[in-house]
């Protein structure tokens, strides 16, 4: 029977089976993260650092330590933008964002005085470029972008705008696009990157990921249990660790990892 699905903006389907197999093979190993140092957590351990590096080598980075696992892409992206410290309370955003962006916005205009302005636009929402040097950038404090729309599908131009804004720092949400569309962090300068494994990676739900090139301006989301400096009431101040409270989704990330490892092996048979 043909594949009919048509949803898979929403979540990705049929699933490579290695998703599966991953995951059943945590089920029958057992063990946690960062919680110990005999056999079971240090190969879990271990596992979950491989995906780090996967999801760093699609993303266009070489800096995989910089990679936080988080719930889904609105967990990422709340990490960003509820956790950044604001100066001059202003924020850009495309026309085209998800209610992932604007509804935290939108609280913090209520609780914290931070407003928004949309960047200038064409007719179909894509970022007008051309028009981006009238915008004096150093009133504002971040940038946020949806890299591509889920609504018409337009991709906007991610390193000709991170150019334009220089040092302003810039947050990319790429759920739409990861898996499907070129992404370089490290070539176009991307400051924050969040996205989804459910998507166009194939992964399960309930994984997510965030890529932060400096955690100093963050504030953690939650605070909790990380597995280092556990002599101290206070969040390590390192990644992943500072954004990374409390027990991982350790079978969605091994899931995670079924479906990198799949994309990888078919990109390399192709």
């Not at 404090?141 to 890299?147: A, F, M, Q």
């Not at 955690?215 to 556990?230: D, F, Q």
């Not at 899931?255 to 390399?268: D, I, P, T």
């Amino acid at each position: 029977m043909p594949n009919c699905y048509f949803d898979n903006s929403a979540t990705s389907f049929p699933k490579p089976p290695e998703v599966g197999l991953f995951i059943y093979e945590y089920l029958g190993q057992g063990g946690t993260y960062g919680r110990g140092a005999y056999p079971r957590v240090l190969n879990v351990s271990q596992r979950i650092e491989d995906t780090r590096l996967l999801l760093a080598n699609l993303l266009g980075t070489q800096n995989d330590g910089n990679i936080v696992f988080t719930n889904n892409a609105t967990h990422a992206l709340n990490l960003i933008i509820k956790g950044f410290k604001y100066i001059r309370k202003r924020v850009l955003v495309s026309p085209l964002e998800h209610n992932a962006v604007c509804r935290p916005l939108k609280y913090l205009s209520k609780t914290h005085n931070v407003n928004f302005d949309i960047l200038p636009y064409n007719p179909d929402g894509s970022i007008a470029t051309s028009k981006l040097s009238s915008i004096d950038f150093s009133q504002f404090d971040l940038c946020i972008v949806n890299h591509v729309s889920n609504v018409n599908g337009v991709i906007q131009p991610i390193h000709e705008l991170k150019k334009n804004l220089g040092s302003l720092p810039l947050l990319v949400d790429a759920s739409q696009s990861a898996g499907y569309v070129d992404i370089q962090i490290d070539a176009w300068g991307i400051d924050f990157l969040a996205g989804t494994g459910h998507k166009g990676l194939m992964g399960p739900p309930g994984t997510g990921y965030l890529f932060v090139r400096n955690p100093e301006p963050i504030e953690p989301l939650l605070h909790g249990g990380t597995g280092s400096r556990s002599d101290s009431f206070y969040m390590p101040d390192f990644l992943s660790d500072k954004l990374e409270a409390g027990t991982p989704n350790i079978l969605g990330i091994y899931g995670l990892q079924g479906a990198l490892s799949a994309n990888v092996e078919q990109k390399f048979s192709t």
